[in-house]
């Protein structure tokens, strides 16, 4: 069976997009891996969860509410022999994990596609904040996104304007669950679908976040991966979709990434 996401637009899982993640999310902070213990949240099949563990993590626990993917991930792991006391999977909400939480659990914390998907962003962040050490790598759709995604992008498209999205404002649009490898929390159905809320955050309001919680942050550039300028209008269309470059969306801040740490660990 072909597997569609390696052709999404956005994030493909082909090996380019995923070693150019690997890189810019992972490897460059090898000091916040190696030897820590990691928390994967939203962990999938465990594909960031693995490359931690080959840069050198002591441990990893996996956390993600789709029990297939996370079966799929423990059998992957089994399969190329990674020992089995040197990670965990676990299908819980990220939530009802986070909250049982001691503080300073983990050393550090990879939330990757994750942060738009759940109702309250703001509370996932201080959760995570709380449960960390050292040090939150983040990974996420912006507001500009929602004003590109599905079919509302044609309505949203002539609306919304670029100051508009520099605003520090959350948009709220709906996804289709079912379209995806994983059903997500909190889906509905409407019209004979299955309808999830997605919550993206602008750049400006992520960084009022950061700074309302005390968390030092810093930018991640995907400048080694970006192949040109990209305008978050240059990927309105079906077409600009398809054709573009799996970094686009770093290049147009449709995606952005963040190395956050708690005050008692700046980044320095
Ligand atoms: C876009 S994938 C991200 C996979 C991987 N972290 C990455 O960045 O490539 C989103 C994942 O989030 C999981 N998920 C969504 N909401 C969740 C929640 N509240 N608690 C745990 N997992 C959740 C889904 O099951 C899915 O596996």
Redesign the pocket.
Known sequence: MEDSRARRWA?P?HYECLNG?VDTLLARHVNVIRDCRVL?????MG??SYAALQLGAHHVHG????EA?VRKGEDLFSRVQVSPDSYRFEV????D?LEKCEPDSFDTI?C???LY??MEPFRLLELMARVTRKCILL?TFTARYAALQGKDALQYYPNVSDEALDLPVLLTSLTQSEK?D????NAFPYKGKQLTLTNFPSRALLEIWFQILGLDFRFLEWDDYIQKPCHWRDLWTPEQKQACHWADVYASEVRVSYRLAPPSDPIG
């Not at 994967?40 to 999938?44: E, G, N, T, W």
């Not at 956390?63 to 789709?66: A, G, L």
């Not at 994983?182 to 929390?185: A, M, S």
């Open positions: 994030i899982y993640r994967d949240l939203a962990s999938h594909t960031l956390v993600d509410t789709e993917m819980k909400d990220v939530f994990f990879l990757f596609g994750l998907y759940v990974d995806k994983y059903r997500l929390p």
